[in-house]
Nanobody, 125 residues
Framework: QVQLVESGGGLVQAGGSLRLSCAAS????????MAWFRQAPGKEREFVAA????????GYADAVKGRFTITRDNAKNTAYLQMNSLKPEDTAVYYC??????????????????WGQGTQVTVSS
């Protein structure tokens, strides 16, 4: 089992940057696929990005491709989401998630067994 804690959210102007962190408990962080999702008010939770166990494979939603970068540091048990060129439509609560299985769609929230509490990102125009 793993516990996830997000940090790094806040208020930023359009065009600005933020880096989110997801700190995981336990000694098996490197065995989890990590992902970021977001949920805006009145909308469903949507996939943002995911990264494989070693970091060699990544995937992104079309809406963030080229602006966001997901990375991980297995020695620090932490995953990151670097967000650049932020837009007002990026405003949402951002959630970190984890799953051990390679199978299943990385874009599906149902694949992930573990979730953090979320961190608010607000982008002003």
């Amino acid at each position: 089992q793993v516990q996830l804690v997000e940090s790094g959210g806040g208020l930023v102007q359009a065009g600005g940057s933020l880096r989110l962190s997801c700190a995981a408990s336990g000694r098996t962080f490197s065995t989890y696929i990590m992902a970021w999702f977001r949920q805006a008010p009145g909308k469903e939770r949507e996939f943002v990005a995911a990264i494989s166990w070693s970091g060699g494979n990544t995937g992104y939603a079309d809406a963030v491709k080229g602006r966001f970068t997901i990375t991980r540091d297995n020695a620090k048990n932490t995953a990151y989401l670097q967000m650049n060129s932020l837009k007002p439509e990026d405003t949402a609560v951002y959630y970190c998630s984890a799953d051990r299985r390679w199978s299943g769609s990385w874009m599906s929230p149902g694949k992930y067994d573990y979730w953090g509490q979320g961190t608010q990102v607000t982008v002003s125009s």
